[in-house]
């Protein structure tokens, strides 16, 4: 089975520009789950959606926005770009069923925000 | 609000040493707990998990942890550590009511193992 995987793997953007990363979950897996993976902050959670609705919401300025399409693939998108939202974006994917499933990840975006 | 709590931030080993890394979580409901590793240059992996049952859980390549509720706590250990296991370990919590989607990480423990 392939694994979750994430386009692009790098991006260099400027301040004020906006971003769009992609996640593409395991075949099977309902349940989308984003992360933020800084040095200072650690892994924060940003949001996870579950059959095209966010089910899950972490404590990110609206800028951060994500969306499901129905064949559970997940964009995730940042606007108006700040030097401190520079991090590693990871994607994560369940079975989404209830919380009997372990969380998947992908091997993230690299962001970088000049 | 929620959180956890990794006791060490970079743990020094010697190779067949024995290892414990601490974890503790604050919240006051019912949670699944997960052990994930990133090896360097590569994506977070499962170490093991605890939904419920029996305490004591094993996972990969020797690892274990102990849920112990009434501390809040869910540590890692291994009985002697190789030099392929130097890495980055993530303790993390799932509140059940967030049905899995979220987990809430600890900051990471930098394992480093000597040849």
């Known amino acids: 089975k392939a694994g979750v995987t994430q386009t692009p793997r790098y991006l260099i953007k400027t301040r004020g520009q906006q971003v769009t990363l992609s996640c593409s979950p395991i075949s099977g897996h309902r349940s989308v789950s984003w992360y933020q993976q800084t040095p200072g902050q650690g892994l924060q959670f940003l949001f996870e959606?579950?059959?095209?609705?966010?089910?899950n919401k972490g404590n990110f300025p609206g800028r951060f926005s994500g969306r499901q399409f129905s064949n559970s693939r997940s964009e995730m998108n940042v606007s108006t770009l700040e030097l401190g939202d520079s991090a590693l974006y990871l994607c994560a994917s369940s079975l989404g069923d209830r919380g009997l499933s372990e969380q998947f990840f992908g091997p993230g975006t690299r962001l970088t925000v000049l | 609000a929620q959180s956890v709590s990794q006791h060490n931030h970079h743990v020094i080993l010697s190779e067949a040493a024995s290892l414990e890394l601490g974890c503790n979580y604050s919240y006051g409901g019912t949670v699944n707990l997960f052990w994930y590793v990133q090896y360097p240059g590569q994506h977070l992996q499962l170490l093991l998990k605890y939904f419920s049952g029996d305490p004591l859980v094993k996972g990969i390549k020797g690892f274990e942890a102990e849920f112990i509720k009434s501390k809040f706590s869910f540590n890692l250990r291994k009985p002697s550590v190789q030099w392929s296991d130097t890495a980055e370990y993530f303790c993390a919590v799932s509140p059940i009511y967030n049905q899995g989607g979220k987990l809430i990480f600890g900051q990471g423990t930098e394992l480093s193992v000597k040849p």
């Open positions: 959606y579950f059959s095209e609705t966010q089910r």
